[in-house]
């Protein structure tokens, strides 16, 4: 037995708009019929003003409030990146301290030879060469 569609339900081919119906493309308005030729060209080029410096103030609105957030994120991923710069740095630093306490304490002297009086850590060298370690069985 053969299905059916129903007459109600169109589908995508069988719709029909405006452009696909002939004699709808010249369609005028009662009110576009007793205009005068002056009155069209007029309307072509009607522009409300007030509207359009509405619109233009509210874009430059838009504008300036996502140049504000712009800005405003540089900023602060600026400061996150000093921030994070500073601690790489810190423990960089405190890592080669490290270093030479445990240096120290291999080679049998005190850790703190001047005293136990805290003292500056010395900037990191940047090499980011470790100390060998040598395993004896």
């Known amino acids: 037995m053969k299905k059916k569609?129903?007459?109600y339900i169109k589908l995508q081919g069988q719709a029909r708009n405006s452009a696909d119906i002939p004699g709808l493309h010249g369609i005028k308005t009662a009110s576009s019929?007793?205009?005068t030729k002056e009155e069209r060209e007029s309307l072509g080029s009607a522009m409300d003003f007030r509207a359009?410096?509405?619109e233009?103030?509210?874009?430059k609105?838009?504008?300036?409030?996502?140049?504000?957030?712009?800005e405003k994120f540089q900023n602060n991923y600026s400061i996150a990146r000093e921030r994070l710069a500073a601690r790489i740095n810190k423990n960089r630093a405190m890592m080669e301290l490290r270093h030479e306490l445990q240096e120290r304490r291999r080679r049998g002297e005190s850790p703190d030879p001047e005293g136990g009086g805290t003292q500056e850590a010395k900037p990191?060298?940047?090499e980011g060469s470790f100390n060998e370690i040598e395993l004896r069985y």
Not at 56 to 59: D, F, G, K, L
Not at 61 to 68: P, V
């Open 61 to 70: 609105d838009k504008f300036a409030r996502q140049d504000a957030v712009l």
């Open 33 to 35: 019929l007793f205009m």
């Open 56 to 59: 233009a103030r509210r874009e």
């Open 52 to 54: 359009l410096g509405l």
């Open 124 to 126: 990191p060298t940047g």
């Open 5 to 7: 569609s129903p007459g």
